[in-house]
């Protein structure tokens, strides 16, 4: 299900940045819209704050934002000692006194691989970080329901390797773009896995449900065949259920009815149809089990704020 719910995200993107901080510094991303971002510390420390939230990163984690939410990351010399503990009231202040200026400047070099490098050029590092941006169709089920941030620890999945691979691809080499594209996808399938099995929070709870729901093979087969009638009682009838057992289970599980559920896995098929494939509208909305052109442009229309064709164009 993962699988199929990652193509339908229409997911594009690589590890294209990397930070090399040292002394003190602060780096403030802004907002992107419909971009995930991935931040994994390679080596070395410091402290993100997201809306008024603080957190370390130390070496091997990782820092996911689905919605490209804004933050920063910031490193200063504290007045405490290692035996003491953090005054994060402290730390707080210190960021808010020192947003107004600049703690280094930080300047971006363009490579020639096309990585660009981030760096206050301190003689002494204590942050190498490597970023990923991820763009994604913005009815993307597998990020709308995603928290602003996930914080992980990814030490065991050896993205050290990853990121060794990711260096030697960093020359002139034949293919190189799609083996970063890859090796990017590879990094973001990791991150939902163990998402998906360390945090216990509503929304994993709630995509873990999905594998374990009676309407699971359900979900599976609509996925795999959006294009099939899939009616109420061929519903029913595929998980052996009444038809208001049906629907209960959708409302208890999905929190959808059967139809919108439908129609919003048909309606991902077609924008990523739109996007990758040369089909006309009129075939994409035949093949896609819908009434007719007209019945599928309204719908989509409704749903994507544009027309097929637009949509089409656009990307």
Not at 288 to 310: C, D, I, N, P
């Amino acid at each position: 299900m993962l699988n199929k719910l990652i193509e339908l995200a229409q997911i594009q993107g690589s590890i294209d940045t990397e930070c090399r901080f040292g002394g003190e510094w602060l780096y403030a991303i802004p907002a992107i819209k419909n971009t995930a971002m991935i931040h994994i510390v390679r080596h070395g420390k410091g402290w993100l704050y997201i809306n008024h939230k603080k957190i370390q990163i130390n070496t091997g984690d990782v820092i996911f934002f689905p919605h490209g939410s804004a933050h920063q990351l910031i490193h200063f010399q504290e007045n405490t000692s290692d035996n003491q503990a953090v005054n994060h009231q402290s730390i707080e202040n210190q960021v808010i006194e020192k947003q107004t200026k600049p703690i280094q400047d930080i300047e971006s070099i363009q490579q020639a691989t096309g990585l660009i490098l981030k760096t206050n050029h301190a003689p002494q590092l204590n942050l190498n970080l490597f970023c990923a941006h991820f763009s994604y169709s913005e009815h993307a089920d597998l990020f709308i329901q995603l928290p602003e941030f996930i914080h992980l620890n990814v030490e065991q999945l050896l993205v050290e390797p990853l990121l060794n691979l990711l260096e030697q691809e960093n020359t002139q080499h034949i293919g190189q773009f799609k083996v970063i594209n890859a090796l990017s996808e590879v990094l973001l399938i990791y991150i939902f896995r163990t998402y998906l099995h360390t945090q216990h929070d509503s929304v994993s709870s709630r995509i873990i449900e999905w594998h374990n729901s009676k309407l699971s093979p359900l979900i599976h087969a609509i996925l795999k065949s959006p294009e099939q009638k899939w009616s109420l009682d061929d519903m029913a009838l595929f998980l052996h259920c009444t038809r208001i057992q049906l629907i209960r289970l959708f409302k208890k599980d999905l929190q959808t009815t059967p139809h919108a559920f439908l129609l919003k896995i048909r309606l991902q098929h077609a924008s990523l149809l739109l996007k990758t494939s040369h089909l006309s509208i009129y075939n994409i909305a035949l093949n896609l089990g819908f009434q007719s052109e007209t019945h599928f442009g309204r719908v989509f229309k409704q749903h994507y704020g544009m027309t097929a064709h637009f949509y089409r164009n656009a990307h």
